[in-house]
């Protein structure tokens, strides 16, 4: 019979779907298992109507061959097979897929088409040289042979088949260049790929495999023998009913399915129907990834469409502050691109990408309330991804994670949450707390003995203390909660510690000893913005406080980052007009001994830099002016 061309496209067109749509390929054979699982839906669907057909659903089956001396690998089904026009239909026209037509053609709810465009078969020509489709439809005695070589074209005969359903058989290319098409002719190469892909196809996957055991009455003589194996585990996990399935199977199937060693967690599983029908297994690692907090690291979920596998990891079903969460997506109407390896970008991703978001957060919620030590566990792995998720964006996200950020207490010296922060707040008929007070730096021990901290502490008032770099970028978004402005103990803000009177007293007092201040100032130059009598000290002698958005702690960590522009935060010099200190600084002023003056500034400031984990801009004259210091009162 003469070779016929194929009638949709040219060879141009055969040659991008062989070279370009598929990524990988291993797909072609989760792109023939699909068609196979849809030939046998088809019949299935019409054993519904049709009681001639005497098949039980049990005795569906897909079954794949591997012949190495031949270089052929042959899948078969028992579906519905296919007429000599349907062959000319669907495999002598490019793009057309006879799945799409019957699933509009049909509906109903024991009907579930994977197939949709009819290119999938096309990637058998990625592996294979030569392709032959032998098949013969339920009812018919009939079969006929399809063959092709590849853009060529192709050939359609009669033949003969012992039975309905359909046989194709690949002949793998040669090995050429750095492509082995050999490892196709492995048996443990199948299936791994049938596992990884076709996995949940809800037929039985069947194979001869070959095994090794020891003879009968031998001690070191093996022979070799085969066994017909099914490859899949045909019911996925995520459609059985929860209630059906132990924490121990789900406990495994996270660690076997997403290269864990321990247990998860929070288990998720979710099943939505409506505008996006969806079935959902997310797990909440229980431990971070080594990885996750770099570069390398990659987010996503892997998303099915009716039980085979499409993406290994679709970044969109996920937010990036969620990027922790591992899992998989199973849909049924999902609008996928021609190679059906990527997702069209439509509101059905985005109805999905909400549910999942919102889901999540009420499981992180719910174990936030109920297994508070879990979650504790939980936000030292993952908190800063949430922190950083709250500072994105300027803040888009803030309202949707406030409640499940931690921060360090001073008082009750653990994680709280600001809700609890702001229910311990204390409330009596005279007495408010005006603000949230925080306090940022390296570690809860050093931010424990910033100077600031005890009068804060000594009003009764709980200090957060932030020792993450993102913590005070992510309060800075936040700016309040439950109307309580965040304020840090060392901006130089009021925060709110003093009466009416304490602060006419102040000013009164800064006003009397703006000459010293005056003449700090000069000494200091540039270094600091101003000097001025402190309202927050209580026995420590000086501090650095800042003036504006940037603080000291955020200067630290912008400074840090490499190849950053450096910046410098509006510092101030407070001084505690109750410690001896500020006596003799008076004196040396009164007596108009300025260059003394200075020594006296430039060690207090840089004490005070020390406090706040800042470096000595000049330890060398620090060194100086501290000996000189010692020298004279000796």
């Known amino acids: 019979m003469a070779v016929q061309q194929f009638k949709a496209e040219s060879k141009k067109l055969l040659d ?82 006879g799945s799409l037509d019957f699933k509009k053609e049909n509906t109903g709810d024991d009907i579930d088409i994977i197939g949709q465009f009819g290119v999938g078969f096309y990637s058998a020509f990625m592996v294979a040289s030569h392709v032959t489709v032998i098949t013969r439809p339920y009812g018919s005695e009939q079969a006929y042979k399809w063959e092709s070589s590849g853009a060529e074209g192709y050939t359609i005969t009669p033949c003969q088949k012992d039975s309905f359903g359909t046989d194709i058989i690949l002949v793998v290319k040669e090995n050429a260049d750095e492509e082995n098409y050999d490892e196709f002719l492995d048996q443990y190469r199948l299936v791994s790929i049938v596992k990884k892909y076709s996995d949940y196809i809800r037929y039985p996957i069947t194979m001869y495999q070959e095994h090794s055991r020891k003879k009968e009455g031998s001690e070191d003589e093996y022979e070799t023998y085969t066994e017909l194996e099914t490859l899949n585990s045909m019911i996925p996990l995520w459609k059985r009913d929860k209630k059906d399935v132990s924490d121990e199977e789900y406990n495994n199937f996270y660690k076997e399915k997403f290269m864990d060693f321990s247990d998860p967690a929070r288990i998720i599983s979710s099943k939505t129907e409506g505008s996006a029908t969806y079935n959902a297994l997310l797990f909440v690692p229980g431990r971070a990834p080594f990885n996750y907090y770099t570069r390398d690291y990659e987010k996503g979920l892997q998303l099915y469409a009716s039980g085979v596998l499409i993406m290994d990891k679709c970044a969109d079903l996920l937010p990036d502050y969620f990027s922790f969460v591992k899992g998989l997506v199973d849909s049924q109407d999902l609008s996928l691109n021609i190679s059906r390896e990527m997702l069209q970008h439509d509101n059905q991703l985005k109805l999905i990408r909400t549910t999942l978001e919102r889901k999540i957060k009420n499981e992180l919620l719910s174990m936030l309330r109920n297994d ?122 009021d925060l709110g510690l003093e009466t009416e009177q304490e602060k006419e007293e102040a000013k009164a007092q800064n006003e009397q000893n703006k000459d010293l201040f005056a003449a700090m100032k000069s000494a200091l130059g540039d270094k600091v913005s101003e000097v001025r009598l402190s309202t927050r000290l209580k026995n420590h002698p000086v501090c650095i406080t800042s003036e504006g958005a940037l603080s000291i702690e955020m200067e630290k960590v912008l400074n840090s980052m490499p190849n950053a522009e450096k910046v410098q935060s509006k510092k101030i010099l407070e001084v505690n007009g109750t410690h001896p200190i500020f006596e003799v600084l008076q004196t040396l002023e009164k007596d108009g001994k300025t260059e003394k003056l200075g020594d006296y500034a430039n060690v207090l400031y840089n004490q005070a830099l020390l406090i706040e984990g800042l470096p000595v801009e000049d330890p060398v004259a620090y060194a100086q002016a501290i000996c000189s210091i010692m020298a004279e009162k000796a």
Not at 26 to 39: G, H, K, P, Q, V
Not at 65 to 85: A, P, V
């Open 16 to 97: 991008l779907m062989i070279h370009s749509i598929y990524t990988h390929k291993e797909i072609f054979l989760r792109e023939l298992i699909s068609n196979a699982s849809d030939a046998l839906d088809k019949l299935y669907f019409k054993s519904l109507t049709d009681t001639s057909i005497s098949l039980k659903k049990e005795d569906y089956k897909i079954h794949l061959s591997i012949d190495k001396d031949l270089r052929t690998i042959t899948i078969s089904d028992n579906g519905i097979g296919m007429t000599e026009q349907e062959l000319e239909n669907n495999l002598g026209t490019i793009a057309k897929s």
């Open 372 to 493: 508070r030590e879990k979650y504790d566990e939980f936000f030292k792995n993952f908190g800063l991804q949430l922190k950083a998720g709250c500072y994105e964006g300027y803040g888009i996200n803030k309202d949707n994670l406030k409640d499940l950020l931690l921060f360090h207490s001073a008082k009750q010296n653990k994680l709280v949450t600001l809700a609890e922060y702001a229910e311990s707040m204390p409330k009596t008929e005279t007495t408010e707390q005006k603000y949230i007070y925080y306090a940022a730096g390296s570690s809860v021990e050093q931010l424990s003995k910033l100077p600031a901290t005890e009068r804060v502490l000594d009003k009764g008032y709980d200090i957060l203390y932030l020792t993450d770099d993102i913590d005070e970028f992510a309060l800075q978004v936040l700016r309040e909660y439950d109307g309580k402005e965040f304020r840090n103990i060392s901006s130089g803000e």
